[in-house]
C-alpha cells in the first residue's frame, strides 16, 4: 500500500513519539517493519531531531529500586581491582548459565543445579 509522504510522516511521529513500535505500525499499516523504520528516520531526519535513546515509555524506576542500584555501587567502589574483575566473571558465568536455564546454589560438595525450566530447552 502506497502512503503519500504526509502519511508516512504521521507514521514516522506516532513511533518517535513512542506511540507505536515500528512492529506495531507495520501491522497496523501493512507495512514491512523496516519501512516503517524508515519513514521513522524520515520524519527525525527533516525534523531534525536526536534520536531518542533510553527506556521506553511505561518503564520506570522506582525508588527502591534506585536505591538498591546507589548501594550497589558503593559496594563496588570499595572493592579492589581484582574484587572487581573476580565479580565480573561470576556475573559473566551466571549470565551464560542463565541462557542455558539453569543456575548454581552452593559451592564444592554443597553445589546444587537448579533447572529454570523442566525440559531440555535445546
Known amino acids: 500500500m502506497k ?4 502519511e508516512r510522516m504521521d507514521i514516522g511521529r506516532r513511533i518517535y513519539e513512542r506511540e507505536m513500535t515500528c512492529q506495531a505500525a507495520a501491522e497496523v499499516f501493512g507495512i514491512h517493519k523496516h519501512t516503517a523504520k524508515r519513514y521513522l528516520w524520515m520524519y527525525r531526519d527533516t525534523k531534525g531531531l536526536p534520536p531518542k535513546t533510553g ?3 511505561g518503564l520506570k524506576i522506582t525508588s527502591a529500586a534506585a536505591s538498591e542500584l546507589s548501594g550497589d555501587i558503593t559496594e563496588y567502589e570499595n572493592m579492589s581491582r581484582e574484587e572487581l574483575i573476580r565479580e565480573l566473571v561470576l556475573s559473566k558465568i551466571n549470565e551464560e548459565r542463565a541462557k542455558k536455564g539453569y543456575e548454581v546454589k552452593g559451592v564444592g560438595a554443597e553445589k546444587k543445579y537448579i533447572k529454570y525450566v523442566s525440559k531440555n530447552i535445546k
Do not use: H, L, M, S
Request: charged share 45%; net charge positive; glycine share 0%.
Open 3 to 6: 502512503y503519500t509522504p504526509e
Open 55 to 57: 527506556r521506553p515509555k
